[in-house]
């Protein structure tokens, strides 16, 4: 709904609390040059190194590598990359809280090196589906990184899937990873692969409203896919962390598991039975590829990206690696869903509003920045400590909508910003503007594992100018911690 210039129809009630920021344009999501305590940017390498794009592979999230800045620095929409993964690359991309890279074809997976690919570099490593064995040194590598706190993301596809023929299938290579290597070869993570070969499937998610896979800031996820993939069967004698989250349907317990989760020393590990789900059915020409992604019986983005910032830290479950394990789960914000009306919160008059000028995602209340067609500030915060040794995830809900016409200038912008104690500013999460505007609600997530142990003011700042309207509209805040 476009919220024409409306006049100032908003309650005058000053609001108890002192917290979030939203401010600026919409061009891109940033971070603060050089934040006392920055909000933490997940680094994610993708491995290209091992046949990934062989066949009718493509499990790249760009073609510029190792950057993916490269092909596009700002994108908005998947095909601003190119490759099969590229979904999954942009939606992590547009957070503002991950720093993603790719392992080129030709190079070595390598931990403790010079490289700016090396291991040390980064705090996740996906293996999408690779296609030929890990050397020595690499096994040596990936073990160690997971050991010392690293999450590894393993992507599996059906027994017999040999994309290059050269003998060696996902099945057999991630298994050897995992028993044949110098660090710890006896059964690390509590799982095997099974060599199978299901045809089709829907797997279902257990119930587990605490875990940060299954409920995370991503989205809550119900269902997977296998068209063509395989299972795991889980080992708890040899490590009591291992978890079945999504099981082929007729399984549970320890065998039959098509999503899991471990962890390994002070890391953590993830696996899934099939590369179908990444797939986002757009990638390079001549590749025969299927949309999981988006397929409307499963829901797959919500459990990568949900996976992927559990895997870097972001959340907890029955296994470690992030937060000291003493956090007890809990959602943060007063007033989240802004139905208590003008409490908590505090707020430029009229921001918290059940007009029917625009529409509350969910509920009657939400919170309108801007939307006057005048030179207007709005700014709406929250004051939140957020306990030592957790893991913590900001989310929100945002609608914009303009009347302006540029399609290359920010007249009008909203930051989500975290301020000291002293009102400094700590990080600068997100910027957005009226280039973004867009129908219905957007959920925006960002990492705050970074300010544990602080109280800190949350602040959306939105900025009109003096022309045509663009409104700001917010609602379904959470910030969670585990």
């Known amino acids: 709904m476009l919220g024409s210039r409306r006049s100032r129809r908003r309650v005058t009630t000053a609001l108890a609390g002192f917290g979030l920021l939203v401010t600026g344009a919409a061009l891109q999501v940033t971070t603060s040059a050089a934040p006392a305590h920055a909000a933490t940017t997940h680094r994610v390498l993708f491995d290209n190194a091992h046949a990934e794009t062989a066949g009718n592979a493509d499990w790249i999230i760009s073609t510029s590598q190792p950057d993916p800045l490269g092909q596009d620095s700002s994108p908005s929409a998947e095909t601003d990359w190119t490759g099969a993964l590229s979904s999954w690359g942009v939606a992590l991309q547009k957070t503002g809280g991950y720093s993603l890279k790719t392992l080129p074809s030709g190079s070595s997976l390598s931990y403790g090196g010079s490289s700016t690919t090396d291991l040390s570099n980064f705090d ?9 064995l890990f050397t020595t040194a690499e096994k040596t590598a990936i073990m160690n990184f997971v ?48 060599s199978l070969s299901v045809s089709s499937d829907y797997p279902s998610a257990i119930s587990d409203s605490s875990d940060p896979v299954l409920h995370g800031s991503f989205g809550t996820v119900t269902k997977s896919l296998i068209a063509s993939g395989t299972t795991a069967t889980l080992k708890p004698s040899d490590n009591s962390a291992v978890k079945g989250l999504l099981y082929r349907t007729g399984y549970s317990g320890n065998t039959g598991a098509f999503f899991l989760t471990s962890t390994f020393g002070s890391g953590r590990v993830a696996f899934w039975g099939d590369s179908s789900p990444i797939d986002d059915g757009t990638g390079q020409s001549g590749n025969t590829l299927y949309d999981g992604w988006n397929d409307t019986g499963a829901t797959n983005a919500a459990l990568a990206l949900n996976a992927t ?18 956090c007890t789960a809990a959602q943060l914000l007063g007033n989240n869903g802004f139905e208590s ?33 005048t030179a207007t ?27 302006e016409t540029t399609t290359s200038t920010a007249y009008d912008t909203l930051s989500v910003q975290v301020l000291g104690s002293s009102g400094s500013v700590l990080g600068t999460l ?36 003096s022309k045509l309207q663009t409104s700001f509209v917010v609602d379904d805040t959470a910030l969670n911690v585990s």
């Not at 899937?161 to 995992?178: F, H, K, P």
């Not at 009306?341 to 939400?366: H, K, L, M, Q």
């Not at 915060?381 to 030592?388: A, D, E």
């Open 124 to 132: 996740t490593l996906v293996l999408p589906e690779p296609n030929t």
């Open 147 to 194: 050991k010392n706190g690293g999450g590894l993301f393993m992507i599996s596809d059906h027994t017999g899937a040999d994309r290059n023929n050269d003998g060696e299938d996902a099945v057999e290579i991630l298994n050897d990873l995992m028993t044949n290597n110098s660090v710890d070869s006896t059964d690390p993570f509590g799982f095997s692969i099974d």
């Open 309 to 326: 910032a559990w895997l870097a830290g972001a959340g907890s479950s029955s296994g470690g690696g992030g937060g000291s394990g003493s």
């Open 341 to 373: 009306g003008n409490t908590t919160w505090s707020a430029t008059s009229g921001v918290i509003t059940n007009s029917s000028g625009e529409p509350a995602r969910t509920g009657s209340y939400y919170a309108w920045l801007d939307g006057n067609g």
């Open 377 to 403: 500030t709005d700014t709406l915060s929250q004051s939140v400590t957020i306990p030592s040794g957790c893991a913590a995830a900001l989310s929100f809900y945002l609608h914009i909508d303009t009347a």
């Open 430 to 465: 997100a910027t957005y503007s009226n280039l973004n505007a867009a129908s219905g609600y957007t959920q925006r997530s960002f990492d705050l594992s970074g300010y544990a142990g602080q109280t800190v003011t949350l602040k959306f700042t939105g900025t009109e100018g």
